[in-house]
């Protein structure tokens, strides 16, 4: 074997899918699992609020699982867990001596300081404004135990923060070092273009992923998010992908009630599935036999990443189990017939303009007098690997 052939070597197999890195994004080239790990759940301080929580010990168990089966993209924010989600992942990372290994995403909007009494005045601990931004950045930081961050999100629109500020602000934090990248969580499309055309006017940081809940039961978002993030260059950030919790067999649902697992509550303290979650379930299931996994979670996920590209659902829990059946998603794949199937369980309605003009895959009726055009396919997803 020749010196520059053994140079060159290239890296073995992943221990899975997971371990298969993609480009973030059109604006970002950060390479990144196809699947996020959320850490709504990491951290020991909303036992009472429904959510859930982990002591220190468990967290690390599922960090260092995710990151073992491959993973490097880690959801969190500022307040999740009153603080502990970022404490306990600066801590881990610091530890395991793996900071610079992964791609890290907090945000910023949140009143972070809500569970703590020696902070008399939160007013300016919360919101889309610059001293909000600073205060929230630096605390940050140092709970991640970091000199920058990989992703910093908006957390959500506050509606009275211009977004000539916004912009401004961020670029500021990716001028100085501290954040790499820009995302934006929970806002109207319309916002997310006019500050990403404010930053190319003036030469300042774009928006270069966007976060949002989204799956098979609930697709607004394909109204105005998806098309905006296609003609943007946007990733999608996909939450709830597994509509908080509610997709699970019947099988599933009668062992909870016999065991009085609940599960997360705070969204929905009903933890039971309602009428559309269960026959949404059902036909979740049957696609999973068509498949071969048991996993009907594996078949929700695949469909988000096999509707369009750039998606990198985020996936939650607390248990190594169910995040190693997640992972399944990525050898997945659904055919145009099971995707069909999925959709015509509970039709989705596009709304005005859609419904009227069509989305643009092929031409609306009040050209087609004029002749015939064949039209450039939109481009599509990244396709399961046989390797």
């Known amino acids: 074997m020749s010196a520059s ?16 890195y993609r480009v973030l994004s059109p604006l970002a080239s950060v390479r990144v699992s196809p699947l996020q790990l959320g850490a709504m759940s990491i951290g020991d301080k909303w036992a009472d609020l429904g959510m859930g929580s982990m002591d220190k010990e468990s967290s690390f168990k599922l960090l260092d699982a995710y990151f073992d089966a491959g993973g490097n993209f880690i959801d969190t924010a500022n307040g999740y867990q009153d603080e502990s989600s970022e404490q306990f992942i600066g801590e881990w990372a610091e530890k395991r001596g793996i900071r610079d290994q992964l791609v890290i995403a907090t945000k910023y909007t949140t009143n972070f300081k809500r569970g703590n009494p020696s902070v008399a005045q939160k007013i300016n601990y919360t919101g889309n404004n ?7 950045v630096e605390a940050s930081l140092k709970k991640l135990r970091t000199t920058y961050i990989d992703i910093l999100y908006v957390h959500w629109w506050d509606w009275s923060t211009s ?4 912009m401004n602000g961020l670029h500021n934090l990716v001028a100085q070092g501290k954040i790499l990248y820009l995302g934006i969580s929970d806002c109207p499309a319309w916002v997310v273009s006019k500050a990403n055309q404010y ?8 928006f270069v992923i966007y976060q949002g809940a989204w799956n098979i039961m609930e697709r607004s978002f ?7 993030a296609r003609h943007e260059g946007l990733a999608l950030a996909p939450w709830r992908v597994l509509a908080a919790g509610k997709f699970r067999t019947d099988a599933e649902e009668q062992r909870r009630r016999e065991t009085g697992e609940k599960g997360r509550t ?20 049957e696609v999973a036999k068509q498949v071969g996994t048991e996993h009907i979670t594996a078949v929700a996920i695949a469909y988000l990443m096999q509707k369009t590209p750039y998606v990198f659902p985020i996936i939650g829990g607390r248990k190594v189990e169910h995040l190693l059946g997640n992972i399944e998603a990525l050898s997945i794949s659904l055919t145009p017939e099971q995707i069909s199937f999925l959709e015509s369980v509970l ?41």
């Open 222 to 228: 394909e109204r105005e998010i998806i098309p905006m």
């Open 163 to 166: 977004v000539e500020e916004v």
């Open 5 to 20: 052939t053994t140079l060159w070597t290239p890296a073995p197999p992943p221990s899975t899918a997971l371990g298969r």
């Open 266 to 285: 705070l969204v929905d303290p009903n933890w039971e599935r309602n009428e559309n979650e269960v026959k949404m379930s059902r036909a979740l299931e």
């Open 130 to 136: 610059m001293k909000s931004m600073h205060i929230s």
């Open 347 to 387: 039709p989705f309605d596009p709304g005005f303009p859609n419904s009227f003009i069509g989305d643009g895959t092929k031409d609306a009726v009040f050209f087609k007098s004029a002749g015939i055009i064949d039209n450039v396919p939109l481009l599509q997803a990244v396709r399961p690997s046989k390797e």
């Open 199 to 206: 930053a190319r006017d003036h030469g300042k940081t774009p």
